[in-house]
Nanobody
Framework: QVHLAESGGGAAQAGESLRLSCAAS????????MGWYRQVLGKQRELVAV???????NYADSVKGRFTISRDYSKNTVSLQMNALKPEDTAVYYC?????????????WGQGTQVTVSS
């Protein structure tokens, strides 16, 4: 079992910055991918950014050039630096991991953290 603890988020004005962090704990074999999704009430959850082992980060077009994802492989953490925030970035942000154990790959999700950007 893998537990994800998120921190950061909150309220910001347009143009400001926020940082999200997520730490994975529990029985960890391999965190194949770590990343962030976001969801607006009534809409589908969408990928924001992800880092997969051995690959370059992947970003949603809407956040390219403004958001930066980073991982600390030694600490099993992933962070999302969000700059130049826009009101349309308002959403609940979820940390997620693809966890690989012998014979099984499973997704785990954080509880979500609210980000609210006002104009």
């Amino acid at each position: 079992q893998v537990h994800l603890a998120e921190s950061g988020g909150g309220a910001a004005q347009a143009g400001e910055s926020l940082r999200l962090s997520c730490a994975a704990s529990g029985t960890i074999f391999t965190l194949y991918a770590m990343g962030w999704y976001r969801q607006v009430l009534g809409k589908q959850r969408e990928l924001v950014a992800v880092i997969t082992n051995g690959r370059s980060p992947n970003y949603a077009d809407s956040v390219k050039g403004r958001f930066t994802i980073s991982r600390d492989y030694s600490k099993n953490t992933v962070s999302l630096q969000m700059n130049a925030l826009k009101p349309e970035d308002t959403a609940v942000y979820y940390c997620y991991v693809d966890h690989e154990s012998p014979g099984l790959i499973r997704e785990y999700w954080g509880q979500g953290t609210q980000v609210t950007v006002s104009s």
